[in-house]
């Protein structure tokens, strides 16, 4: 139950602050005017992922001193959008990216998108 609960306001929070829906969000990157950017682990991933999505998972941003490089390199000068399984983590590397002057936006999880935009 508890569980249940957290997920629901995690789904809700994130409907309220994602400025952009996953469908414009995906016409942006299908105009290469924005890349989206899958923050799960390997194993997540070996499940599926959405179509034109670039893998960095989130352990990348965090372990990796040469991150910002490597990122810098797959979305110079396109909007960011990030995705996880459910939006939390997503979320957290948002602030991280806020935190390095880097503008994101969170656009949920993957259990949810995965409903919404086609996949690989």
């Not at 942006?28 to 034109?52: F, P, S, T």
């Not at 372990?63 to 990122?71: A, L, M």
């Not at 110079?76 to 935190?99: N, Y």
């Amino acid at each position: 139950m508890k569980i249940m609960i957290t997920v629901l306001m995690s789904l809700f929070s994130l409907s309220v602050l994602a400025a952009t829906s996953p469908k414009d969000a995906y016409k942006l990157v299908e105009e290469n005017k924005a890349v989206m950017i899958d923050v799960r682990e390997a194993d997540e991933v070996k499940g599926g992922m959405i179509k034109n999505a670039i893998w960095f998972p989130m352990s990348k941003i965090k372990e990796d001193k040469n991150w910002k490089n490597d990122f810098a390199k797959i979305t110079s000068g396109k909007k960011i959008f990030l995705h996880c399984r459910t939006g939390r983590r997503s979320g957290e590397v948002k602030d991280i990216l806020k935190g390095q002057g880097i503008e994101s936006e969170n656009i949920g999880g993957y259990e949810t998108l995965k409903t919404e935009l086609p996949l690989k």
